[in-house]
């Protein structure tokens, strides 16, 4: 004999999943009331919420031609490769440049171009450069258009199918000024801003992040431009002097920064034009120093032995390269694994995060 549970039961059950593809595919599969639940679009959307809106981190894609593979997963069990060949046969001469929201902005160095990208689904669409673009130094990073497209709350639901805008900022090659541009899906045309900085704004070779509408792109002597891409303002402001550092975007929706000093990790979170000091964590009590100290012989890792090379929408999660392998560090559960081995070359790599989307249903003729 066997007995159902409640509903209440159910939901109480699912809502304690990993919102992440591969949990909910599976729980999907367990039976039917577990099927219609996970499927239904307002319980994803309040998974979602529960997170703040900001994706399960799959793995990361990185630039560092010497490893077959691109992407790198942080479990073992993760889905089977993406698959560039649908879009590409050449996947070398792309650079991975953001990630955003389940899909992935790439960089044609010779041509140019740009490449937004859905792994998930292989959806792409190819982005001519602007004629008179013609600059070094820059930053790009994506925009999802999910709330102006009537999505609402752009964190909370997926948006792999919303128009999607493309932030540049770069130094001219000849006059070496700051400029910034945006590209538009909707329209299909570059719009470049009338504002410019004076060539001491440099920009630094790190990823930017977009938190709501505006770009933040660091620059060197410890500064970080603002790059409003509604109204069209370059702005800049200082950061923190702390050892290694990356800039991302808060589970609060605004700018945060993580920094590396020595084996003290620090979180600060940008509030009313000042830096708040949001946690501190001594790494040394986390990371296997016993075995980082007997193989200290690289001098790349003898004044820093610990560099965050990557941080997760939402700054949940770090990327941490080690002489004795890459980390992924939770800050929340202060929860440790390491997800690769030592490339000390590897210094950005791209996390990348998906939502679960519920399979499409088969109409009947």
């Known amino acids: 004999m066997t007995t159902s549970l409640p509903e209440e039961l159910h939901l109480e059950i699912l809502k304690r999943?990993?919102?992440s593809p591969q949990v909910l595919a599976r729980a999907s599969a367990v039976c039917k009331e577990w099927h219609r639940v996970v499927n239904d679009p307002v319980f994803l959307h309040e998974l979602y919420r529960a997170r703040r809106g900001a994706p399960v981190t799959l793995g990361f894609f990185h630039n560092f031609d010497d490893l077959a593979r691109r992407?790198?997963?942080?479990d073992e069990a993760g889905p089977a490769r993406f698959?560039?060949?649908?879009?590409?046969?050449?996947?070398?001469?792309?650079?991975?440049l953001d990630c955003c929201h389940g899909r992935v902005l790439l960089h044609d160095e010779l041509w140019y171009r740009f490449l937004v990208w859905q792994p998930m689904t292989g959806d792409h669409h190819l982005v001519s450069n602007a004629g008179s673009f013609n600059r070094r130094h820059s930053g790009a990073a994506l925009i999802c258009?999910?709330?102006r497209d009537g999505g609402g709350d752009d964190r909370c639901t997926p948006c792999n199918s919303s128009h999607f805008r493309l932030a540049v900022v770069s130094n001219d090659m000849v006059t070496d000024c700051l400029h910034a541009s945006v590209f538009s899906s909707v329209t299909g045309k570059w719009t470049a801003s009338a504002a410019e900085l004076p060539p001491t704004n440099q920009i630094r070779p790190e990823p930017c992040v977009i938190v709501g509408k505006t770009l933040y792109q660091p620059l060197f002597d410890y500064l970080v431009l603002a790059f409003d891409t509604d109204h069209g303002t370059l702005t800049t402001f200082e950061r923190p002097k702390f050892g290694h550092v990356r800039?991302?975007?808060s589970e609060d929706g605004v700018l945060g920064l993580a920094g590396v000093l020595g084996f003290m990790l620090s979180v600060w979170v940008r509030d009313a034009d000042a830096w708040v000091t949001r946690k501190t964590v001594d790494l040394s009590q986390i990371l296997p120093i016993q075995a980082m100290q007997s193989q200290n012989r690289n001098p790349w890792f003898t004044f820093m032995p610990v560099k965050i090379i990557g941080v997760a929408d939402g700054g949940h999660d770090l990327f941490l390269l080690t002489e004795?392998?890459?980390?992924?560090?939770?800050?929340?559960?202060?929860?440790?694994?390491?997800?690769?081995?030592?490339?000390h070359n590897m210094k950005t790599v791209y996390p990348y995060g998906a939502f679960y989307r519920p399979p499409t249903a088969r109409t009947s003729t």
């Open 83 to 96: 698959t560039f060949d649908s879009v590409d046969h050449n996947m070398r001469k792309w650079k991975f």
């Open 71 to 74: 992407f790198v997963h942080v």
């Open 145 to 147: 258009e999910c709330a």
């Open 324 to 343: 004795v392998g890459i980390f992924l560090f939770c800050v929340d559960s202060m929860e440790l694994k390491k997800v690769h081995q030592a490339t």
């Open 17 to 19: 999943l990993l919102p």
């Open 247 to 249: 800039l991302f975007k």
